[in-house]
């Protein structure tokens, strides 16, 4: 069984940054990927960022140059650095994991930014 944890969500003004954190327990061993999805009212749940477990990463075309995806060394951990933020990035914010063909979700954290 697999828990996330996210945390570092908030309220920030257009312009601002965040840093959103997801914290992985349980049976995680390669190969696998950490995602962040956001989601707002009456809207699918979209993938803003992945990263796998060799280190590639893969961004929204809506995100790319202002947000940045890492993990720690130990790979549990990853993060999700968001600079510029603009209005239109406020949603609730999803950490994911997908390996052994399962996809475990957090519990989100609200990011919303005013403009």
């Known amino acids: 069984q697999v828990q996330l944890v996210e945390s570092g969500g908030g309220l920030v003004q257009a312009g601002g940054s965040l840093r959103l954190s997801c914290a992985a327990s349980g049976s995680i061993f390669s190969p696998y990927v950490m995602g962040w999805y956001r989601q707002v009212p009456g809207k699918q749940r979209e993938l803003v960022a992945a990263?796998?477990?060799?280190?590639?990463?893969n961004y929204a075309d809506s995100v790319k140059g202002r947000f940045t995806i890492s993990r720690d060394n130990a790979g549990i951990t990853v993060y999700l650095q968001m600079n510029s933020l603009k209005p239109e990035d406020t949603a609730v914010y999803y950490c994911?994991?997908?390996?052994?063909?399962?996809?475990?979700w957090g519990q989100g954290t609200q990011v919303t930014v005013s403009s």
């Open positions: 990263i796998t477990s060799g280190g590639i990463t």
């Open positions: 994911n994991v997908y390996l052994r063909l399962r996809s475990y």
